[in-house]
């Protein structure tokens, strides 16, 4: 089993920054992707970014300049800076980690909320 745990949500004003933090804990070994979803009231879950092992960073369309995803292997966290955030960037803000041979494993999200 994978435990994750997300922070550093919170209220921001639109324009602004905030980095979200995702610590795994457990059975870490073979995570071979990380990456954080998104899912706002009566919207689908949304893949915001990914970090793979050897493979170039994925992200989100709607994202793409303002977010960026980095993984620190030694302390077994996933960060998401976000910078020039906008009211529609609001949402829970999910982690998520994929194990061989084991599936997916999900945090219980943060919330992010960008409002004047």
């Known amino acids: 089993q994978v435990q994750l745990v997300e922070s550093g949500g919170g209220l921001v004003q639109p324009g602004g920054s905030l980095r979200l933090s995702c610590a795994a804990s457990?059975?870490?070994?073979?995570?071979?992707?990380m990456a954080w979803h998104r899912q706002a009231p009566e919207k689908q879950r949304e893949l915001v970014a990914l970090?793979?092992?050897?493979?170039?960073?994925y992200y989100a369309d709607s994202v793409k300049g303002r977010f960026t995803i980095s993984r620190d292997y030694a302390k077994n966290t996933v960060e998401l800076q976000m910078n020039n955030l906008k009211p529609e960037d609001s949402a829970v803000y999910l982690c998520?980690?994929?194990?061989?041979?084991?599936?997916?494993?999900w945090g219980q999200g943060t919330q992010v909320t960008v409002s004047s």
């Open positions: 998520s980690a994929d194990k061989t041979s084991a599936g997916r494993y």
């Open positions: 457990g059975s870490i070994s073979n995570i071979y992707a």
């Open positions: 970090i793979r092992s050897g493979a170039t960073d």
